[in-house]
């Protein structure tokens, strides 16, 4: 089955820890994309990418960081200089029409 | 001006209800337009894609205002299970960088 998965579903961390979370797609999608949703909010796109070995900032990419050494796999690392990490974070990926195609999410909390 | 605005609601319908919502967008040079649902805690999945004037898919329909640079999303015959959140995205001739509304929260009552 083609599809999304994000991992892992739930996660806790401490103040101060990175923690990475896990997107890999086997779509065969160029494009790549995270977004962060808080309750009751949208979703914020925090970093895509359009290519292998190539990613952009989105509105809140601060205390984030990207990689995408391969095609099928964009891991998010939030870093400690994220302030206010615990949130919903979604992985998509699109077609070239630009339908996103979006993982079941990972929930970080911070403790 | 954000790039993408839409009514939080909640719109509160009863069953049977037609009810529209509407997302407007900045860039006069968005292309195509997406509407996606999402249930809560879950993620969002395609609703319709809209790449002309407007989409039409069973109870629900799309309908594309270029001047006025707004999407409008159209449920007919409202069901119970249509209660979610309504999002949209408009798509440039650049793919990558993906905007979304805020959503619109529908909630069809019995």
């Known amino acids: 089955d083609g599809g999304i998965t994000q991992s892992p579903k739930y996660l806790f961390r401490k103040e101060g820890q990175n923690v990475t979370l896990s997107c890999e797609q086997n779509?065969?999608?160029?494009?790549m994309y995270w977004y962060r949703q808080d309750p009751g909010q949208g979703l914020r796109l925090i970093y895509y990418?359009?290519?292998?070995?190539?990613?952009q900032k989105g509105d809140i990419a601060e205390g984030y960081s990207v990689s995408r050494e391969k095609k099928e796999s964009f891991p998010l690392t939030v870093t400690s200089a994220q302030k206010n990490p615990t949130a919903f974070y979604l992985c998509?990926?699109?077609?070239?029409?630009?339908?996103?195609?979006f993982g079941e999410g990972s929930r970080l909390t911070v403790l | 001006r954000k790039e993408v605005e839409q009514d939080p609601g909640p719109f509160n319908v009863p069953e049977g209800a037609t009810v529209a919502f509407n997302c407007t967008y900045s860039?006069?040079?968005?292309?195509?337009f997406f509407w996606y649902r999402q249930d809560c805690r879950k993620e969002p999945k395609l609703l319709m894609s809209?790449?002309?004037s407007g989409n039409e898919d069973g109870r629900f329909t799309a309908q594309l205002n270029r001047a006025s640079q707004y999407i409008s999303l159209l449920i007919r015959d409202s069901k119970l299970s249509d209660s979610a959140t309504y999002l949209c995205?408009?798509?440039?001739?650049?793919?990558?960088?993906?905007?979304f509304g805020q959503g619109t929260t529908l909630q069809v009552k019995p």
């Open positions: 779509l065969n999608h160029d494009a």
């Open positions: 990418s359009q290519i292998v070995n190539d990613f």
């Open positions: 809209v790449y002309s």
């Open positions: 998509a990926s699109s077609r070239e029409t630009g339908e996103l195609f």
């Open positions: 995205v408009p798509r440039g001739s650049n793919t990558g960088k993906l905007i």
């Open positions: 860039n006069s040079a968005s292309q195509s």
